[in-house]
């Protein structure tokens, strides 16, 4: 087993109806990573500045996430602010600060070359094509994007989905890069651009996966207290591919049980602020949330 990711780790302050954090610590990689280590072995990629408190690299460490590609960069760390009102979908974005991670040119390790599977956070998809150029012939690659590189970078960004496997991103993402508002026809197109399987997030209304077995749909789990959704697609993401990683297996069984394994973590992601939520879960607990999952989900045939 070999999970690489790359993206970015943040200091985030977040604001939702439930309360603040502030300078809490994020990223897509961070979130990721935290997800991802319940499942397999994590190689982390990622920039931070010189006042990146050392609290958080051991708390990654503690997760055994190997961070010797972490780069430390003279600056300060990526920074983000955003806000939720009650529509919990949504972030409103107040400051973004790039800093160190502006400049960030992932430079892969030799000892993580060799990771079989791979995940791509949201960076430039110029970027991410340069790593993929650094890996030996991984088994799965998979990637997000967002609508900044949609809109900005698309003729590059299609390069890149061209050598992806999966393609991991929301709903509205999903029409924009395909110029389809229709889901089903947008899913089609985006994966005649290259990846085999694209998995829609829907926030609070679950996921769509697409890819050659048809379509499968999973809600997400029905929570009775969410205080702050930042990181819920990154957490996703790292338990869908922590588990492909951990079961060497990527047919249509096992992407399917991956993506309630993704909805189990992204779930208990939005019940705290910042990795609080996933911090010290017990295997028994996702273990658990995935049987309830199965109950919630399930109904006969027609007799």
């Not at 439930?18 to 990223?27: E, H, K, M, Q, S």
């Not at 790039?98 to 791509?120: G, H, K, M, Q």
């Not at 430039?124 to 990637?143: F, G, N, S, T």
């Not at 089609?188 to 679950?206: C, D, F, H, S, W």
């Amino acid at each position: 087993m070999s999970l690489l990711v790359v993206g970015s780790i943040a200091l985030d302050s977040v604001k939702t109806p439930f309360g603040t954090a502030d300078d809490v610590l994020g990223g897509s990689a961070t979130y990721f990573s935290t997800a991802a280590s319940y499942f397999t072995d994590v190689k982390l990629v990622a920039v931070v500045g010189d006042d990146f408190p050392d609290k958080h690299v051991q708390f990654l460490k503690s997760r055994r996430i190997d961070v010797s590609g972490l780069q430390k960069s003279s600056g300060r760390t990526f920074r983000w602010k955003g806000e939720y009102g009650y529509d919990l979908n949504e972030a409103k974005t107040l400051d973004t600060q790039l800093n160190v991670f502006e400049s960030f040119r992932p430079n892969i390790p030799d000892a993580y070359r060799t990771s079989d599977v791979v995940f791509l956070a949201n960076i430039d998809p110029v970027l991410q094509r340069e790593v993929l150029h650094q890996i030996d012939r991984p088994k799965l690659v998979a990637c997000d994007t967002m609508n900044f590189w949609i809109g900005g970078k698309k003729d590059e960004l299609v390069k890149t989905l061209a050598e992806v496997d999966i393609l991991l991103i929301n709903e509205a993402e999903a029409r924009e890069l395909a110029g389809e508002p229709n889901l089903v026809k947008a899913a089609r197109a985006v994966q005649a651009m290259g990846p085999a399987t694209l998995i829609v997030k829907r926030g609070e209304y679950g996921s769509v996966m697409f890819n050659s077995g048809g379509i499968f749909s999973a809600p997400a789990y029905p929570l009775e207290a969410v205080f702050d959704p930042t990181g819920a697609g990154d957490s996703f993401a790292g338990g869908f591919m922590g588990y492909l990683d951990n079961v060497q297996n990527f047919d249509e069984a096992s992407l399917r049980q991956a993506i309630i394994f993704g909805s189990v973590m992204a779930s208990f992601n939005v019940e705290d602020f910042s990795l609080n939520g996933m911090k010290s879960l017990d295997y028994k607990e996702i273990e658990g949330r995935y049987r309830e999952f199965r109950k919630i989900t399930f109904f006969e045939d027609i007799a």
